[in-house]
């Protein structure tokens, strides 16, 4: 299996552009994670999805974010309109069997916006 | 909010040294998780921890669960320079619907 696979590996965008995140999981995994990486916090959970369905989302900052997964092998996350402090490297990880267990982490998609 | 601190937060060490990280919560975990991340890639599990005091062993890094399931400590022996990395734990919580709690991670750089 190829693993995780994110895409773009790098986005570099303008404010108020809309910026959208590409995930296609390990096949067979029932949890899609979304994850975003900075200094400051460190690695943060923005939402998750347990056979398609999202479970909890309390982690997305606010309503300029949402994310879809229209079947077991594709989600997105998007930016809509983006700010320069949403830069950051955003993680999608999937996991067989729960939330709890091992996560597999994708290469991530380091996110510019100026 | 289960919070996990880490530390130190940097770490600077000459090849052969040895070292030990740390993991620390006011809060009990159902088991504990330490991660790897080299740059520009995405964290990789090492182990995963699950009764209170115990230790598992990963050729040259030990690591170890709190008796009371509220810290771990991570130990490597000789330290080389492709130990370098973001060492992340990450505990799991009690409830069916947890989720894993990610410190902020111990930043090592190992120099030949």
């Known amino acids: 299996d190829a693993g995780v696979i994110q895409s773009p590996r790098h986005e570099v965008t303008e404010m108020g552009q809309e910026v959208t995140l590409r995930c296609k999981p390990i096949?067979?995994?029932?949890?899609l994670f979304w994850y975003r990486q900075t200094m400051m916090r460190g690695l943060e959970l923005l939402i998750y999805?347990?056979?398609?369905?999202?479970?909890?989302d309390s982690g997305m900052p606010e309503d300029r974010f949402s994310a879809k997964m229209p079947n077991a092998s594709f989600s997105t996350l998007k930016i809509q309109p983006s700010e320069p402090r949403d830069s950051a490297v955003y993680f999608c990880?999937?996991?067989?069997?729960?939330?709890?267990?091992?996560?597999?982490f994708g290469q991530g998609t380091r996110l510019t916006v100026v | 909010t289960q919070l996990l601190e880490q530390s130190p937060q940097f770490l600077s060490i000459q090849e052969g040294e040895n070292l030990t990280v740390y993991c620390n919560s006011s809060?009990?975990?159902?088991?504990l998780q330490w991660y790897r991340q080299e740059p520009g890639e995405g964290p990789v599990l090492l182990v995963t921890?699950?009764?209170?005091?115990e230790v598992k062993k990963l050729k040259r890094l030990t690591f170890q669960f709190g008796d009371a399931r509220k810290d771990s400590s991570l130990h490597i022996t000789a330290a080389q320079p492709g130990d370098t990395g973001l060492y992340l734990c990450?505990?799991?919580?009690?409830?069916?619907?947890?989720?894993?709690?990610f410190g902020k991670g111990t930043m090592l750089l190992v120099s030949p």
């Open positions: 990450a505990g799991a919580g009690n409830s069916g619907y947890s989720t894993l709690t």
């Open positions: 999805f347990n056979n398609n369905v999202p479970i909890d």
């Open positions: 096949s067979g995994h029932d949890y």
């Open positions: 921890v699950v009764t209170g005091g």
């Open positions: 990880a999937s996991s067989p069997t729960g939330g709890y267990t091992e996560a597999f």
């Open positions: 809060s009990v975990f159902s088991s």
